[in-house]
């Protein structure tokens, strides 16, 4: 079983950028998909980004598209989430995940995904 550490987060001015990273311990990252989601303060939990095992396939929330990038190094058992252009609705605690289903991935909530990191905050002051 993958366990998850995220790091990266931080405290950025409107229109910054962020690069989070999520590293994985355990000897099968390269077979799962990885994800991330993002909590917010009163709100549910929301998708933002997800990678297949190669990383040649990719997928995005709509409010991230053209900003976010997910990226993966299978060889470091890392996965990245490049934040640019960053609006203060960005705001959120942000979870890696990983899963066997890609579909499951994308599905919106992230419900009964396999493993979670512990989330990193990221707050982005107007």
């Known amino acids: 079983q993958v366990q998850l550490v995220e790091s990266g987060g931080g405290l950025v001015q409107v229109g910054g950028s962020l690069r989070l990273s999520c590293t994985a311990s355990g000897r099968t990252f390269s077979s799962y998909v990885m994800g991330w989601f993002r909590q917010a303060p009163g709100k549910e939990r929301e998708f933002v980004a997800a990678?297949?095992?190669?990383?040649?396939?990719?997928n995005y929330a709509d409010l991230v598209k053209g900003r976010f990038t997910i990226s993966r190094d299978n060889a470091k058992s890392t996965v990245y989430l490049q934040m640019n252009g960053l609006k203060p609705e960005d705001s959120a605690v942000y979870y890696c995940?990983?899963?066997?289903?890609?579909?499951?991935?994308?599905?919106?909530?992230?419900?009964?995904?396999?493993?979670w990191g512990q989330g990193t905050l990221v707050t982005v002051s107007s």
């Open positions: 990678i297949n095992w190669s990383g040649g396939i990719k």
């Open positions: 995940a990983a899963d066997k289903g890609y579909s499951k991935m994308v599905a919106g909530r992230g419900r009964s995904l396999e493993v």
